[in-house]
């Protein structure tokens, strides 16, 4: 079962008309000292993931049961995919959830050995709208973690089960979720050599696809802006590169600048406000920032050597950027208002497509050395690096709004094509992302606030 794209302008707020503790008998538990062992530790090491049980929800009507499943199967999902939940296969269960307001018969969740276990419920409203429940409980020791309620259109059920995975997800590892957000990402159809490349859109999962452009132009490098509603990239049409602005709930786009020569990799400050590109001139490239009010351009570097791909830390104090400045593609990080770069890479081979962590904590990175393409992590002083995956032609990497994962392709080349690809910080959990076709180039959104 699927449904339409839930707007994006259509916030939180909007949706969550009641996200107080769930209705019923049931009190929410005291949070300091509910835990017994529901809770996951995150650490760099191995995680042994936490075994949960999701049963479906509990439908109003029989109309809604395949609704109740659904949000069941989406929540488990999203817990499987981020490696530090273990969804217990609901053949299993012993005790068949039928009423989320009378507690769960917690010996039958122990016999199975689930640690936490997830009840809710979907009920058709008057007016036509869902009103989705669910609680969160500690097997181990009885208390209800979490319970909230949500009213939405039945269309965007989908996106409350997202919601609702957060909720979990933060209350059981003390962070941030990541599941309800979208990712613009290129996709690729055709043969290799006349190759289509359209915008595209899709939740973090792979679902609910929509293109944004028809792909009768090369369309490179989209970015998301902060507020998740707009969308900067590139597109060689006739001429000139340009690089758009482009709004997902209008679908209106507007030329941020037509540059001469090349420009490479837009990517908005965290404010919005601004954006950072390369410019191409002869043979070298430098940085520059664009006010998106006033459009007036500011020179951030002046070298003769090709300066690329940079990024804002979350704080817009610095920005990383990829130069062959040393003779080979290393990374720099310098003041975003220019001056003085350093050079944080000193591995083997070159390193480009530095994008710094939401969390500022890390700075990913592309690696060619050896026939081989990594994806990895250092931390912004250029210390503990860690490569999280090696193979051929892995590239281009964006971190989910925790900072917890990565995205990033992978093109096999040939007639092959490339492929999305998520894996931990801690080098964990490598998985595919499912798209309708070759797919490339994905850039992460913010949480849809």
Known sequence: MDCPNMPLNLNRRQILLSAATAAGALALGPARDAFGQARVQITEGNVAPLPIAIPNFVAGTPSDNEVGSGVSQVITNNLKRSGLFAPIDQAAYVE???????????????????????????TRQPDGRLKAEFRLWDVATGQQLAGQQYFTSPEYWRRIAHIISDQIYERLTGEKGYFDSRVVFIDES???????????????????????????????????????????????????????????????????????????????????????????????????????????????????????????????????????????????????????????????????????????????????????????????????????TSGFHNEGPTFAPNGRVLMFFRDPGGNAGPSLFTVDVSGRNELRVPTPGYASDPAWSPLLS
């Open 96 to 122: 068949k959830i039928t009423n989320i307001d009378v507690p769960p018969q917690f010996k039958s969740w122990t016999s199975i050995n689930a640690q936490a276990l997830v009840t809710g419920r979907m």
């Open 190 to 388: 055709g043969p290799a050599d006349r190759r289509i490349k359209r915008l595209a859109l899709m939740d973090q999962d792979g679902a609910n696809v929509r293109y944004l452009t028809r792909g009768s132009d090369l369309v490179l490098t989209p970015r998301f802006s902060p507020s998740t509603q707009e969308i900067t990239y590139m597109e060689f049409g006739q001429g000139d590169p340009k690089v758009y602005l482009f709004n997902i709930e209008t679908g209106q786009r507007e030329t941020v600048g037509n540059f001469p020569g090349m420009s490479f990799a837009p990517r908005f400050s965290p404010d919005g406000q601004r954006i950072i590109m390369s410019l191409q001139q002869g043979g070298n490239s430098n940085l520059f920032v664009m006010d998106l009010r006033s459009k007036s351009t500011t020179r951030l570097t002046d070298t003769p050597a090709i300066d690329t791909s940079p990024s804002y830390s979350p704080d817009a104090a610095r920005i990383c950027f990829e130069s062959d400045r040393g003779g080979k593609p290393q990374i720099y990080v310098m003041p975003a208002s220019g001056g003085q770069a350093q050079r944080i890479s000193f591995g083997e081979g070159s390193y480009s497509t530095p994008v710094w962590s939401p969390r500022g904590d890390y700075i990913a990175f592309t690696k060619q050395g050896g026939g081989q393409f990594a994806i990895g992590i250092m931390k912004p002083d250029g210390s503990g690096e860690r490569i999280l």
